[in-house]
Structures are given as structure tokens and as C-alpha cells.
């Protein structure tokens, strides 16, 4: 897992967009399985795609950009529907990369945008990070994320 980061503390829109995707818990597609769905369309438009896309990286974009929208100021999130492809077209700067996250977690923030590489074909997902805390075992990373399920799958409800 990778991070696009906020910077040493969130900032009020990395807050801002924390709470609003947090009152899209329980958005599903419609048709399950269909990449569609009244808001589902909605995250997807904010990225230019039509119903039918994998709409996790629109769902990051549409919760930054309502934000941005709210405080009135740029939004900061890559205006694309593709993961790896905001992943690779953000600023050096503004990116965590795993091997750094691993000897740090603390570097992780609330309202920070969690990217992963799946497999070796291009594919990846994203969400927003909600909280990271140390635990008995490890860290523990709490995110919300769009078309996911329960069982962890990246590509909605079955």
C-alpha cells in the first residue's frame, strides 16, 4: 500500500473529505455488481465516466471534490477514474511509498488517500484512510472505501 498524503497533520479539506465520504457508508451499486447506481453515478461523472466503471478512485475524487466545494478552495485530487493512474501522475511530494510506510506508520493521516497495486496487470484500489492505530499484532488501518464489500473484494457486492 502506498499513501498520497496531507502533509504533517490533516488538513481541514482532507477532514472535510474524510466526513463526507463517511456518510456514504452503505452506497451500493444498483444492480449489484453493475458499477452503477443513483450516487454510484454520480462519483463516476465527477471523474468524466459514464455508469459501468470501477468507481473506487471516483468515489476519492467526488468525496475531495464535494470538500473543496465546501471550504471553496482547489481540489487536490487527480481528476481521473483510474488508480494507478493518479498514483503515477501525483507529485513526488505528496507520495508515501510503502517501504517508508512500513518503518512509520505514523506517517499515515486521517483523510489520506491509500492507494494499492493488485497483481501485475494494472490493476489497483483506493479509499480514504479513517484512523490508524497500534494494536496487540500490529497497526491496524481503518478506511472507507467505494465499490468494496464486507469480505474485502474491490469490486462491490456480489
Known amino acids: 500500500m502506498n499513501v498520497l498524503n496531507t502533509g ?5 479539506l482532507a477532514e472535510r473529505a474524510l466526513k463526507i465520504a463517511l456518510t456514504q457508508l452503505g452506497v451500493k451499486e444498483d444492480p449489484k455488481k ?6 454510484v453515478n454520480k ?23 464535494e470538500a473543496a466545494k465546501d471550504l471553496q478552495v482547489p481540489e487536490p485530487v487527480l481528476n481521473t477514474g483510474g488508480v494507478l ?3 503515477n501522475r501525483t ?6 511509498a510503502k517501504a517508508a510506510l512500513v518503518k512509520n506508520p505514523a506517517l499515515i493521516l486521517p483523510g489520506d488517500q491509500f ?6 496487470k494494472g490493476a489497483g484500489h483506493t479509499g480514504l484512510i ?7 499484532g500490529g497497526w491496524v488501518l481503518r478506511t472507507v472505501e467505494g465499490n468494496t464489500d464486507d469480505a474485502g473484494g474491490r469490486e462491490g457486492i456480489s
Open 34 to 39: 453493475a458499477n452503477t447506481g443513483e450516487q
Open 8 to 12: 504533517n497533520k490533516p488538513s481541514q
Open 85 to 87: 493512474d493518479c498514483w
Open 130 to 136: 479513517v484512523s490508524v492505530t497500534e494494536e496487540p
Open 115 to 120: 492507494i494499492m497495486k493488485i497483481g501485475t
Open 91 to 96: 507529485a513526488a511530494g505528496k507520495k508515501i
Open 43 to 65: 462519483y463516476l461523472a465527477a471523474v468524466g465516466l459514464k455508469p459501468g466503471y470501477p468507481w473506487c478512485q471516483a468515489f476519492v475524487n467526488w468525496c475531495y471534490e
